[in-house]
C-alpha cells in the first residue's frame, strides 16, 4: 500500500516476528517505521480510520492473535544535553534510542542516577508507560517530562512528572490515556556530581564486594545479576518479568507469614507489603516446568520462556494458569507485566 500525497509507503501483512522479543510468529495488517516528527504526524493523519497499534523494542508486548490496523515502531533517535549546571544536567532522549544504550552513554559520560537500570531491554519511549525500574530505583525518580503527540488530532503535549501519574510499573499511558498519546521524547534529571548511590537492594552491594563503588561499578554489577536471572532474547524468546509483584496490606502479609514463614516480601508503605511473584510461583513448583511450547525459566521464576514455535495463546495459557493457581492458594492476584494484544 502506497499512501498517494505523502509518499509514506505502508506495508501490508507485515511479520512482527523479529520485532517481539517473546520471537511470536504474528503479522500485521499494516505496517510502518517512524523515523521523523513529521512523519508520525502525516501517517496518523492519513490512516485515522485505522485501529493504530505503536510498538518500541517489542520487549514488553505478548502478541496473541494476527494484529488488525496500523502498527508504527518508533524509530526517533537522538541524546542531547538540555540543560546543565554544576551539579546536574538535563538530558533530552528521543524515544527510539534503545535504553540499555542510553544508560551506557550516561555511565560513560558521568551522570548519575539510571545505572541501576542497565540491561532493562526496550526503547526510551516505553519507560515512561511502564515507569520502569529495578533494584531500588524508578525512572520517575529521574523523569521530568515527556513530548507526546496525540494520535487522534496529531497535536504536541508536554507531561511533567507529576501529570504522568507515576505508579508501580504504571502511569497515565498505560491507565486513563491508554492509546491516546504518542511519546516522541522523555527529559531526565541526571546528577554531575554528589551521586546518590543505590546498592541497597537485592545483591548490587555483593556483585560489587571490594570495587570501589561508582557509576560504572553499579551498573556493572546490575548487569552481571541481570545476565545471570535472565535468558538472551536472542536466543530464547521471553519479555523478561512477565508478572508484577503484588502488593498486600500488613494483616494479609501477616496471615501469610504465620502460614508461610519463608515468604518473601518486604514493606513499601506504613500498611503495605510487596511480595515478591517469583516466590509465589516457585513455591508452586512452575519455576523450570513447561507446558507444550512455553515453559518457565529455570533461573527465575517471573520469566515465561518461548521454547521454540510457541504462540501468543500459548503463553497466555500457562501465564492464565498461574495466575489461577497462585489466587486459589494465597488469594493474591497476579497481575501482568507486559501488555498483552
Known sequence: MLNRGSG??????????????????????????????????????????????????????????????????????????VEENKNNVVVKVMAGENWHDFVKWSVNKGFGG?????????????????????????????????ETVNIKDQTEKEFDEKRCLFGYRTSRFKTIDKNIYVIISIKLRLTKKKHKYNISYGSVKEEIGNRKINLKSISKAVIKIRKSKLPDTNFIGNCGSFFKNPVINEKKYFELKNMYPSISAFKVEKNQYKVSAAWLIEYLKY??????????????????VNLGGATGKEVLYLADKITSEVYSTFQISLQPEVEIL
Open 287 to 304: 519455576k523450570g516446568k513447561s507446558i507444550g511450547n512455553v515453559g518457565v525459566y529455570k533461573n527465575q521464576a517471573l520469566v515465561l
Open 114 to 146: 539510571v545505572e541501576n537500570l542497565s540491561l532493562i531491554p526496550g526503547l526510551v519511549g516505553a519507560a515512561p508507560i511502564q515507569n520502569i525500574g529495578a533494584y531500588g530505583v524508578e525512572l520517575k525518580d529521574v523523569f521530568v517530562s515527556c
Open 8 to 81: 509514506l509507503e505502508i506495508k501490508n501483512n507485515y511479520s512482527l516476528e523479529k520485532l517481539n522479543t517473546f520471537g511470536l510468529d504474528v503479522a500485521s495488517e499494516f505496517f510502518y517505521i517512524v523515523k521523523s516528527l513529521r512523519e508520525l504526524k502525516i501517517v496518523l493523519r492519513e490512516n485515522k480510520t485505522k485501529k493504530i497499534t505503536i510498538i518500541g523494542g517489542g520487549s514488553n508486548i505478548l502478541f496473541t492473535k494476527f494484529l488488525d490496523g496500523l502498527c508504527l515502531k518508533i524509530d526517533l533517535k537522538g541524546i542531547d544535553v
